[in-house]
């Protein structure tokens, strides 16, 4: 069993050593957008969401209303950053005067229907 676990190793250290070739000497590190709030910006790698990258973002229950806090909560968020921000909803339902008031003006929103049924989630 020894010798599987050292394959194994052997077999991951190779690996590693592909993936750091092709990402290439100066791979950047992301930069991050904080949530401002140490108690989630702890639990976030690198304290916050990573820019250039796909957040799913869901409110804690089933309601309007909670979605309707969780799009506003980082619709804020969003709204301390430049340029555009592609906007994902698996409803229709997103509501451009309550970003704009959280300081999202809606002519950075880009706006994109996303389908539960077709990317396989159940709703």
């Excluded at 250290?13 to 950047?28: N, P």
């Excluded at 992301?30 to 709030?37: C, H, K, M, N, T």
């Excluded at 340029?83 to 704009?100: E, I, M, N, S």
């Amino acid at each position: 069993m020894t010798t599987s676990v050292a394959t194994s190793n052997a077999v991951l250290d190779e690996l590693r050593e592909k993936i750091a070739s092709l990402e290439g000497a100066g791979s950047r590190r992301r930069s991050v957008l904080p949530f401002g709030v140490s108690e989630i910006d702890a639990q976030l790698p690198g304290g916050g969401l990573a820019f250039g990258a796909l957040h799913e973002v869901a409110g804690g229950g089933n309601g309007a209303i909670d979605g309707a806090a969780a799009a506003l909560f980082i619709g804020g968020i969003a709204a301390r950053t430049t340029g555009k921000v592609v906007w994902c909803p698996t409803r229709f339902d997103l509501f451009f005067p309550a970003l704009a008031q959280v300081g999202l003006h809606p002519d950075r929103v880009i706006p994109c229907r996303a389908s539960a049924a077709r990317a396989g989630w159940q709703n």
